[in-house]
């Protein structure tokens, strides 16, 4: 086995216990079947180096490059149920972020806002990290971090571990998702490139806007939303705000007029990147950045309906056009410093990620009766909205190797922000008698604005030791220790503008458009002042923290020819609190774990085996599921509001797998699972008091089953065979999945928390059906690629295929004593076009990619299904084609 340089590669494949014996084994193999050269040396053509570095020490504390038949060795060798998304597969799909790629990995989808699903298990049941460490989420509501904020241009590949192992954090239910950022390769270079796209139901057609800010086309505010210190000073003190002078002070038009766009621009991005590496006597060090920036656009025509009766009757029935317009600015910087068998990496990521929108409705609603006087929709709406997330991390890691001995050493500092100031919200309601639409200010939803901010730090350290005993069989003993301490800041203050003596205005002053009727002329003259409603539902503001502890010990042998065991077990504690301001209940759970999991792999024939596997893990309750906070999804534009009264869901994994290599990069595995959950937590959807609109809370059911199975194939097939020198190094790239997945929820008389913030606990079979699914649960999930790949150039042309069954988005909610029909998404089928071609010019290297995207059109559909089939659509809206074109060059 010969050791690598530690920046040898751009792909750094971080798997936490992958055995060194194994890995020696794999590289040899490897290295047998390709071409008899260093490992130095380039890699050929079709082939890829590959770099496994583990932050479990000892597991996989050697970096290895190898070239040929490489990555079903990494995946064979481990002992663990594992999907590897390498940086020719990311290549190979086109996408932008690594949410989107992760769609083709088996039993993966992605749902809402880049939030991953792992066999129809939720985004709480898996957890995200970045070179092998946890990240805190600049979502309000959530402990995950959305993957659609990671750019591929900073990712050099992902690994989906899918089977428990005691050195993973406890929080493993469906899986855990390894994003691991780019390595600094031997050869330096420097990399441009750019793209330009557009949408079909988007670019050049009718949208909304507004002006906002000078710098909003970066994703910057330049202060024009800046918060006054007298709306903070009233949202912590729980005052309104009646000083006119002051109130003149906040921004009016540029954060309030929608305009019409009737010529919506195109889509565009620009990214560059660098390495270059030094060596110094006996010190090797490599550096590499990289950089991007992107702007695009989307507009949908949504119709949103809510039912208010076990019939299918509505309350509420519109219609909304809403335009994002989404900036992404991301940077990374990693430095690599080799000395001996010794390595130490620093790595940091930037990444600042903003959604202007601007949303028009209008809709009829029962109060005022449906339809409208004279067939015209009884309200008008308007929002603008700016959603200001951005994450960043520093993270070292040391990597010791003393021969049997490992240690693995790795800390990191990580900070999310989220930034919405200026959510304004008009509502305007039709007159007969003035044949227009007015706003008195005398409604509850007339004219309201509100200001949230969002900041979390994670600190995070680690060490791992391993050892490795000379006995005649391979044996490793390692153990670990974890430390991770979350502390988060978040208050949403909610305001409403109200006439004098808490009335309304004129009607003449009514019929006004949103910025003349809050102008400042109108609020000296009628008085208008800014009642604060912070508190209406929830709390304005709250501290959570998350504290764990944890430590492990596990161990790998091979007791026979063939037969291999790993297995340990993991010791957890943890604080999590949630601490509101106000009278509002709060959460304070504290519990201890211990999560055992062994698995058993049998090579009962060449190139062939068998894993069982058996495991006990834990979710805890997200920050977004306790935290009694409202929170605007500016996706779905509905309400969540956490619940205190939540506790840990436990659960209980089985799996069986089989495997055959039969040739390079090429396999044919299968897989059946087995999970029962004990509280698993649910979506639910309820209407809040007084009001039309559907909000989201959360509850935990009693207990639920998971079971399914998979099957995954990828084969290449030469086609040197059909004659002629233009065959002679072509090959056809065939890759399949399908997941089938089935879930079951077991709700009798038992009482669980209610989704409704300070409700008394209800019986568990008010809020969910007996038997029923998961939410967010696919029974199908399918992925089929076929690629047309040259083997000694760059020149691929791919079509992909992604198909998931429905799901249940929201448990329906219960309206008078009646739980009505769950609210299901129908993500159907989309199929993709890739091309990329490669050539040289100038001594550079160019790629041309196009992309064509969702060229079957799939509409986004979101519905309850009533008696004798009466759809009630919640959610639903048209999708364009998306085309773009892209050319970048490398020196």
């Known amino acids: 086995?010969?050791?690598?340089?530690?920046?040898?590669?751009?792909?750094?494949?971080?798997?936490?216990?992958?055995?060194?014996?194994?890995?020696?084994?794999?590289?040899?193999?490897?290295?047998?079947?390709?071409?008899?050269?260093?490992?130095?040396?380039?890699?050929?053509?079709?082939?890829?180096?590959?770099?496994?570095?583990?932050?479990?020490?000892?597991?996989?504390?050697?970096?290895?490059?190898?070239?040929?038949?490489?990555?079903?060795?990494?995946?064979?060798?481990?002992?663990?149920?594992?999907?590897?998304?390498?940086?020719?597969?990311?290549?190979?799909?086109?996408?932008?972020?690594?949410?989107?790629?992760?769609?083709?990995?088996?039993?993966?989808?992605?749902?809402?806002?880049?939030?991953?699903?792992?066999?129809?298990?939720?985004?709480?049941?898996?957890?995200?990290?970045?070179?092998?460490?946890?990240?805190?989420?600049?979502?309000?509501?959530?402990?995950?971090?959305?993957?659609?904020?990671?750019?591929?241009?900073?990712?050099?590949?992902?690994?989906?571990?899918?089977?428990?192992?005691?050195?993973?954090?406890?929080?493993?239910?469906?899986?855990?998702?390894?994003?691991?950022?780019?390595?600094?390769?031997?050869?330096?270079?420097?990399?441009?490139?750019?793209?330009?796209?557009?949408?079909?139901?988007?670019?050049?057609?009718?949208?909304?806007?507004?002006?906002?800010?000078?710098?909003?086309?970066?994703?910057?505010?330049?202060?024009?939303?800046?918060?006054?210190?007298?709306?903070?000073?009233?949202?912590?003190?729980?005052?309104?705000?009646?000083?006119?002078?002051?109130?003149?002070?906040?921004?009016?038009?540029?954060?309030?007029?929608?305009?019409?766009?009737?010529?919506?621009?195109?889509?565009?991005?620009?990214?560059?990147?660098?390495?270059?590496?030094?060596?110094?006597?006996?010190?090797?060090?490599?550096?590499?950045?990289?950089?991007?920036?992107?702007?695009?656009?989307?507009?949908?025509?949504?119709?949103?309906?809510?039912?208010?009766?076990?019939?299918?009757?509505?309350?509420?029935?519109?219609?909304?056009?809403?335009?994002?317009?989404?900036?992404?600015?991301?940077?990374?910087?990693?430095?690599?410093?080799e000395f001996g068998e010794h390595l130490i990496r620093f790595t940091n990521v930037y990444i600042h990620d903003t959604l202007k929108q601007a949303i028009i409705g209008q809709f009829d609603e029962e109060n005022f009766g449906i339809p409208g006087s004279f067939g015209v929709p009884t309200f008008a709406t308007q929002n603008t909205n700016w959603f200001e997330r951005q994450l960043f991390t520093s993270q070292i890691v040391a990597e010791l190797d003393f021969g049997a001995l490992d240690v693995d050493l790795r800390g990191a500092y990580a900070n999310t922000k989220r930034k919405a100031?200026?959510?304004?919200?008009?509502?305007?309601?039709?007159?007969?008698?003035?044949?227009?639409?007015?706003?008195?200010?005398?409604?509850?939803?007339?004219?309201?604005?509100?200001?949230?901010?969002?900041?979390?730090?994670?600190?995070?350290?680690?060490?791992?030791?391993?050892?490795?005993?000379?006995?005649?069989?391979?044996?490793?003993?390692?153990?670990?220790?974890?430390?991770?301490?979350?502390?988060?800041?978040?208050?949403?203050?909610?305001?409403?503008?109200?006439?004098?003596?808490?009335?309304?205005?004129?009607?003449?002053?009514?019929?006004?458009?949103?910025?003349?009727l809050l102008s400042d002329y109108n609020i000296q003259t009628y008085g208008i002042t800014l009642r604060n409603e912070s508190t209406g539902t929830g709390a304005a503001a709250y501290d959570a923290s998350l504290q764990v502890h944890a430590g492990y010990v596990q161990g790998e042998a091979e007791l026979f020819d063939g037969l291999r065991v790993s297995g340990g077990v993991r010791y957890e504690t943890a604080k999590q609190k949630v601490l509101p301001t106000g009278a509002v209940t709060g959460t304070n759970l504290d519990n201890d774990y211990w999560l055992p999991a062994a698995t058993v792999t049998w090579n009962f024939a060449p190139d062939m085996q068998l894993r069982v596997h058996g495991s006990k893990t834990i979710a805890r309750p997200q920050f977004r599921e306790l935290a009694p906070q409202l929170y605007q999804d500016f996706e779905s534009s509905r309400q969540f509001l956490g619940n205190p009264l939540l506790i840990d869901s436990q659960l209980y994994n089985a799996e069986a797998r089989v495997e055959w290599f039969f040739a390079r990069d090429q396999r044919i595995t299968a897989a059946g699972f087995f999970k029962k959950i004990d509280n698993p937590i649910e979506a639910i959807a309820f209407v809040a008091g007084g009001s039309t609109s559907l909000q989201t809370g959360f509850s935990n059911a009693p207990s639920a089953k998971l079971w399914g199975g998979e099957i995954e194939a990828q084969k290449h097939i030469a086609l040197d065979t059909l004659g002629g020198g233009f065959f002679d190094t072509k090959r056809l790239v065939l890759i399949a999945n399908y997941t089938y997945t089935k879930s079951e929820i077991e709700a009798g008389n038992e009482l669980v928390p209610s989704p409704i913030l300070g409700a008394a606990p209800v019986q568990a079979s008010l809020l969910f059906n007996n038997g029923g699914p998961l939410v967010g649960q696919s029974d199908h999930l399918v992925n089929f690629q076929i690629g047309f790949e040259d083997t000694a150039s760059l020149s691929q042309l791919t079509v992909l295929l992604n198909y998931a069954s429905e799901r249940v988005t929201n448990r329906g909610p219960v309206v008078e004593g009646v739980r009505l029909p769950d609210i299901v998404e129908k993500p159907g089928l989309t199929v993709d076009l890739v091309a990329r071609q490669g050539f040289e010019l100038a001594g550079a290297e160019f790629e041309l990619k196009f992309e064509a995207r969702n060229l079957t059109k799939t509409r986004y559909q979101e519905y309850q299904t009533f008696a004798n089939d009466v759809r009630v659509d919640t959610n639903t809206y048209d999708v364009g084609r998306k085309f773009s074109i892209g050319l970048s060059a490398k020196f």
């Open 421 to 516: 100031p200026y959510e304004r919200a008009f509502r305007y309601i039709y007159s007969d008698a003035f044949d227009d639409y007015i706003n008195t200010l005398n409604s509850p939803s007339g004219a309201t604005i509100a200001f949230s901010d969002l900041n979390e730090d994670l600190w995070t350290g680690a060490v791992d030791v391993a050892y490795e005993l000379n006995t005649a069989r391979p044996i490793t003993l390692s153990t670990g220790y974890a430390y991770t301490d979350t502390e988060r800041q978040s208050y949403r203050y909610f305001f409403r503008f109200i006439g004098p003596n808490n009335g309304g205005v004129n009607q003449t002053v009514a019929q006004q458009r949103p910025d003349y």
């Open 1 to 337: 086995m010969k050791k690598s340089t530690a920046f040898g590669s751009l792909l750094l494949l971080t798997s936490q216990l992958v055995a060194p014996h194994a890995l020696a084994q794999a590289a040899q193999d490897a290295t047998a079947e390709a071409a008899p050269q260093e490992a130095a040396a380039a890699p050929q053509a079709g082939e890829e180096e590959v770099e496994i570095s583990a932050p479990g020490a000892g597991d996989s504390s050697e970096e290895i490059v190898v070239i040929g038949r490489n990555i079903p060795n990494v995946i064979k060798a481990t002992p663990q149920v594992v999907s590897v998304l390498s940086s020719a597969d990311i290549a190979r799909s086109g996408e932008g972020d690594i949410a989107g790629a992760l769609t083709r990995v088996t039993g993966i989808s992605v749902v809402g806002n880049g939030f991953v699903y792992v066999r129809g298990l939720g985004d709480r049941y898996s957890s995200s990290l970045l070179n092998g460490l946890p990240l805190p989420s600049p979502e309000p509501l959530r402990r995950v971090v959305p993957l659609d904020l990671f750019p591929t241009n900073i990712v050099g590949s992902a690994l989906v571990q899918k089977s428990y192992s005691p050195n993973y954090p406890g929080e493993f239910g469906g899986g855990a998702i390894n994003i691991t950022t780019r390595a600094a390769p031997r050869d330096g270079f420097f990399e441009i490139g750019g793209s330009i796209g557009f949408d079909t139901a988007t670019t050049s057609e009718l949208g909304y806007t507004y002006d906002g800010g000078s710098r909003d086309v970066f994703g910057y505010d330049d202060g024009e939303r800046s918060v006054p210190n007298f709306i903070l000073d009233a949202g912590l003190n729980g005052t309104s705000v009646t000083n006119a002078a002051q109130l003149i002070q906040l921004s009016n038009a540029p954060t309030t007029v929608v305009f019409e766009n009737n010529h919506i621009p195109a889509n565009w991005s620009a990214s560059t990147s660098f390495a270059k590496t030094f060596d110094t006597g006996g010190l090797r060090i490599g550096v590499i950045g990289a950089g991007g920036l992107s702007n695009s656009w989307s507009t949908r025509a949504q119709k949103q309906q809510l039912a208010v009766d076990a019939n299918g009757g509505l309350a509420s029935d519109g219609n909304q056009v809403t335009t994002d317009n989404r900036i992404i600015a991301n940077g990374l910087l990693g430095v690599g410093l």
